[in-house]
């Protein structure tokens, strides 16, 4: 899978009005709805930028982005020839983004190019330009092929447009960007980067190379998460380490997949309007918890067994000296994170076990560590109802 042209560390951002210019002109420029206002190094930009010579249309998201937001941004943006498309924001406005740029030149409704959806057709990878700037450390999107597009509700789906040539064209990882996210938002998509970096690393198509992406990103996890919910948030140098890890798990997720909880992401995500950090730090414990058991259990899970264990010793800083023992510590690191960060339950957005028998079988994991069965992945829904 391409990567894109990456451009990390602080002060970066202020290279955005000359990596644009050179596309073009004529910007549309996405952005969340709070992205402007939290930030004062991103919203002097809009000066720069005018400054540089930029014509630039401006788009506010404040939710996932929906096939209707697309479709209009798409519709109003063929009235204006934009030459680039760049995205400050979380992973919502970005994915938004990155939908925008590759529907600019279509003539057809987004969701016939959306997986999973009934006459399905592929994308044929035609885009405008376009430029990630995450102002958080979470979904990766930066560095990755899809963007997710949500309609929730009953019959809802939260699935991906999907071309390697949505790689975005130019990446501007900025940390000080980051140095304003809340500390909820912060341990929410923090734990969705650790997610992908830990389900793309026990995935059953990992190699060498995403072990290697994986293992690095876990790194500096490891030393900044509780450091960026807390003392460190103005850290530059604690939010780069997040925003690294979150790139690496972009770079992961592409090239391995992704597991049980990025399942549920799907299938749970598409009926309830849940925030996608939000429930991957839910269920990541008791989806944990459950993979390991079924290793356990398995014949030929040793691999698996020993991946979950070196997690837990970058994680912990220590090994008890049997692979066991060092899966339960990483279950039991898990388990004080959702309670230090208190991660709501499901059942706080309107989740119940009557829901369960249209969840499971819209769920898919086959990127899983280990395959589950319809009783595995109800006991993980189960317990964080």
Same mark, same amino acid.
């Given at each position: ?14 290279? *955005?009005?000359?990596? =644009? &210019? $050179?596309? +073009? #002109? ?12 939290? %930030? ?28 209707? *937001?697309?479709?209009? =941004? &798409? $519709?109003? +943006? #063929? ?12 992973? %919502? ?51 990755? %092929? ?114 049980i909880v990025h399942g549920f992401a799907s299938s749970v995500g598409g009926l309830f309007d849940i ?6 730090a839910t269920l990541l414990a008791e989806a944990t918890r459950e993979n390991i058991r079924q290793l ?31 899966c339960g510590r990483l279950v039991e690191l898990l388990e004080e994170w959702q309670a230090r960060y ?44």
């Amino acid at each position: 899978m391409p990567t894109p042209r990456i451009h990390f560390g602080a002060g970066t951002l202020s290279k *955005l009005p000359a990596i =644009a &210019a $050179a596309y +073009g #002109r004529k910007m549309l420029l996405v952005t969340g709805r709070q992205t402007l206002r939290r %930030s004062p190094v991103a919203s002097g930009m809009l000066d720069e930028l005018s400054r540089a010579g930029m014509e630039v249309a401006c788009l506010e998201v404040d939710r996932e982005p929906s096939p209707e *937001l697309i479709d209009e =941004a &798409a $519709a109003l +943006g #063929r009235e204006t020839p934009f030459e680039v498309v760049v995205a400050i924001g979380g992973g %919502s406005a970005v994915d938004a983004g990155k939908a925008i740029s590759a529907m600019l030149l279509q003539r057809d409704p987004v969701e016939r190019f959306i997986e999973g959806q009934p006459g399905f057709t592929p994308h044929d990878g035609r885009k405008i330009p376009f430029i990630a700037v995450p102002t958080t450390s979470g979904t990766g999107t930066e560095a990755t %092929s899809n963007a997710v597009i949500s309609r929730v509700g009953p019959g809802g789906y939260k699935r991906s447009l999907r071309h390697a040539a949505f790689v975005p064209n130019e990446a501007i990882i900025d940390p000080e960007l980051m140095t304003s996210a809340p500390p909820e938002l912060t341990a929410s998509s923090g734990m969705d980067a650790f997610t992908q970096l830990l389900e793309a690393y026990l995935s059953p198509f990992a190699s060498p190379f995403t072990d290697a992406i994986s293992c690095s990103g876990l790194v500096r996890f490891s030393r900044s998460f509780e450091l960026a919910c807390g003392s460190g948030a103005g850290d530059v140098a604690v939010r780069a380490d997040m925003a690294y890890a979150a790139l690496m798990s972009g770079i992961a997720l592409s090239n391995a997949g992704l597991g049980i909880v990025h399942g549920f992401a799907s299938s749970v995500g598409g009926l309830f309007d849940i925030p996608h950090g939000t429930l991957c730090a839910t269920l990541l414990a008791e989806a944990t918890r459950e993979n390991i058991r079924q290793l356990l259990a398995s014949e030929g899970g040793e691999s698996g067994l020993r991946k979950f264990a070196n997690a837990s010793r970058i994680l912990t800083g220590a090994s008890t000296g049997n692979v066991a023992n060092d899966c339960g510590r990483l279950v039991e690191l898990l388990e004080e994170w959702q309670a230090r960060y208190a991660f709501p339950r499901l059942g706080e957005f309107g989740v119940s076990e009557s829901d369960f028998d249209a969840i499971i079988p819209a769920t898919r994991s086959k990127t899983n560590a280990v395959p589950l069965d319809e009783a595995a992945m109800r006991r993980i829904l189960v317990a964080r109802v």
